[in-house]
């Protein structure tokens, strides 16, 4: 079953086209990454689905309800995360949580259960009675996930949750994600950073507002066409720009190694090699590569985009 | 409007109170500013005259003249700080500033007034501040009216043996005021102009700091709606707002011993009603500006500078031009501010402040509503 469906979903602001055409569904229990740089329409996207902003055209559906006509019902199905911290700093973590869980009316009898187990859950048991204001990064969106999460969502929503947050906090807040997809939330999530986007089961490229690839990861990557080459060698700016002047295929510089997409990998690794060579640049080795979500990136999007 | 949830406006009014509670800073001046404001204008506004300063050169010196000069000291609108002995002292008097009024008789004063003839008294004043100097001439030209009429009836006496019977004999009477003193005149209208201010002022953050701090956009995601959000915000600032008013109340009965002679309670029932109104006024403010600063500094000139300017607290209405008048029936605090005074004063009630009354009744669920349906769920 479907739970989220996107049919056109188009949003401009202005002259700015923020989300162009955006089709894509999102089936139940899944753990669905929109991935994009700034700018590309996630939170767009984002604030679309969750009824708080009207779409210029196109079609929305959250668990079978229309996203603009029946937006009040959507939200009470719905657990959603801003991109900004959007909880109360003068107020404790407790209080805090306890305020939205009225707000969803969650019954009071079974409510504290829910709670010490949500705290738990989020390492937050020990500063139950600080103020939100006063908590880390990693702690502030844990605290921000037990709020979306009080009322039991059928459907999360989470706009870069992880976005300036630590390594082991990322972490721990996956692991959070993956015990909600056992109890079959659909989790809906966008993130810029690429890793973050290989733990979903299925992606969505965005970029300037507009859908360039939507499946598995693995799915993802198998876009890319020809043959992935990592080339190492001496000077390795001054290679790049002559590997793309020399238009063999996609050229990316990453770090101190060049990637390079070739249509064939024998074929590449030869005219590479010949390059460096004629302008005397020592050559340290060429090998065929699996591409990861950044090389989908640089290839996919124009020049200088990623 | 439709289905109020309960447990939704506790939930908002609990976590307002929260905010309004920790931070002292903001619920110190919650309080303390109404006062601080009752105070300066109380006791800066009081448009009563008393001891103008004033300077006598009495060229006569004589008992005629000084009996003229010691009902002057004698006078409780007088002080007699100055005995310039030429013109050019009594001007240097004036344009400094040390006198308001000079008072001059001249040298054959003392001769003419016992020979019964007619004799020139001169008042010089400093004309700059029209409305204290009319004042100050009327006071004086009444004791010397009063000197006058004093030697006239001594000059009948002696001749026809028996004091003349005036035609005419003014008694005076003021009602409601009796004393004539403007602060009970002043202090009810003034607690008007300052709840309007300051309660707008409180609530003018309110909904503009969820929007900035990113806060609503949580909120709107949520089944919330705009009565259960603008009701819970308005409840701790009604709290608060009813604490100013009773300490403006008890302020002016103690401090400014202004009597109170209407119903305490319609009192403070009519100033609930004015202040749901002021709040929400204040809400809808802070729902469109988005921004506190520029909500803060909306809500200040739209409810500062009318109430303290249009509602008859400072000018009479009845003498402004036509096309103001009409503007100050749209100004709450005109009709809180007659109100007030009605109550304070002459001790009235709903029989003659209904309209008023029902017009604050009006304002407030015009605010209320325009609150309430300001929310929108959505952004830009």
Known sequence: METVRTQALTRRFGDLVALDQLSLAVEEGEIFGLVGPDGAGKTTTMRLLTGILEPSSGEAWVDGLHAVRDAEAIKDRIGYMAQRFGLYPDLTVQENIDFYADLYEVPKAGRGERLERLLAFSNLTPFRRRLAGNLSGGMKQKLGLACALIHTPRVLFLDEPTNGVDPVSRRDFWRILYQLQQERVTIFVSTAYLDEAERCNRIGLLHQGRLMACDTVDGVKGLLQGALLEVRCESPRRAAVLLRAAKIGNVALFGDRIHVLAEDADRGRSSVEAILRVEGLACHGVDVIEPTLEDIFTSALPSGAA | ?380
Not at chain 2, 211 to 236: D, F, Y
Not at chain 2, 253 to 273: E, K, N, Q, W
Not at chain 2, 313 to 330: R, S, W
């Open chain 2, 1 to 380: 409007m439709s289905g109020l949830n309960f447990r939704r406006l506790g939930a908002v009014a609990r976590k307002e109170f929260i905010h309004v509670l920790r931070d002292p800073r903001a619920l110190g001046i919650a309080i303390v500013l109404p006062m601080v404001m009752l105070m300066i204008f109380g006791y800066a506004l009081t448009m009563d005259l008393d001891r103008v300063p004033l300077a006598v050169w009495d060229q006569s010196r004589t008992p005629q003249s000084r009996e003229l000069v010691s009902r002057f000291e004698g006078s409780r609108y007088f002080s007699v700080v100055a005995r310039p002995g030429s013109y050019g002292e009594v001007e240097g008097d004036l344009a400094r500033g040390r006198t308001m009024m000079a008072v001059v008789l001249p040298v054959e004063f003392g001769r003419r007034v016992a020979s019964g003839r007619k004799v020139q008294v001169q008042i010089l004043t400093d004309g700059s501040d029209a409305n204290t100097t009319t004042l100050a001439i009327s006071y004086a030209e009444a004791i010397v009216r009063n000197y006058s009429q004093e030697l006239l009836v001594e000059k009948t006496r002696r001749i026809t043996g028996r004091p003349p019977a005036l035609p005419l004999d003014l008694r005076f009477r003021a009602w409601f005021n009796t004393d004539m003193e403007s602060r009970i005149f002043i202090v009810p209208g003034l607690i008007a102009v300052i709840m309007m201010l300051i309660t707008a002022l409180l609530t003018s953050l309110t909904v503009a700091r969820e929007w900035e701090t990113g806060t609503m956009e949580q909120l709107i995601s949520t089944p919330i709606r705009g009565s259960e959000l603008i009701l819970g915000k308005l409840a701790p600032y009604f709290a608060v707002g009813m604490v100013d008013m009773l300490l403006s109340v008890l302020a002016g009965r103690f401090l400014f011993d202004v009597p109170i002679r209407g119903s305490l309670l319609l009192l403070f029932a009519v100033s609930a009603i004015y202040l749901v109104g002021a709040l929400s006024l204040g809400i809808l403010i802070s729902a469109k500006a988005k921004s506190q600063l520029l909500a803060s500094q909306f809500a200040f000139v739209a409810t500062f500078l009318p109430a303290f300017l249009l509602s008859g607290f400072m000018f009479d209405i009845a003498n402004m031009p036509k096309a103001l008048q009409v503007v100050t029936y749209l100004i709450p605090a005109r009709y809180f501010v007659a109100f007030l005074r009605g109550l304070y004063l002459k001790g009235t009630g709903l029989a003659e402040l209904w309209p008023e009354c029902l017009l604050m009744v009006a304002f407030g669920a015009l605010m209320l509503l325009s609150a309430i349906r300001s929310f929108k769920k959505r952004l830009a």
